[in-house]
């Protein structure tokens, strides 16, 4: 872009740096929701659980479903984005 065309959108520049923080926000929230990390943690943090006799089994089988659910959820996202 030369010196007229910069000169020129110099009054939208302010909404381009809006713009361009607010995709850096929802960047690192999609990063943040699809870190599969955390979720292996909570099924790590449940199997504890149910070994320490602190959750019977069907709330260990429902929340497990879901944390599964949740991470493949997570690895289907990542399969798709080319990851």
Do not use: C, K, S
């Not at 926000?25 to 449940?46: G, I, K, M, R, W």
């Not at 929340?63 to 996202?77: G, M, Q, S, T």
């Amino acid at each position: 872009m030369g010196l007229l065309g910069q000169i020129a959108t110099l009054p939208i520049a302010p909404v381009r740096g809006i713009v361009w923080v607010m995709e850096r926000v929802v960047e690192a929230a999609e990063n943040e929701y699809y870190d599969p990390a955390p979720v292996e943690q909570q099924l790590a943090a449940l199997e504890r659980q149910l070994l320490a006799g602190e959750i019977d089994e069907e709330t260990f089988d429902r929340r497990e479903d879901e944390l599964l659910d949740r991470l493949e959820e997570i690895r289907a996202h990542i399969r798709g984005a080319g990851g």
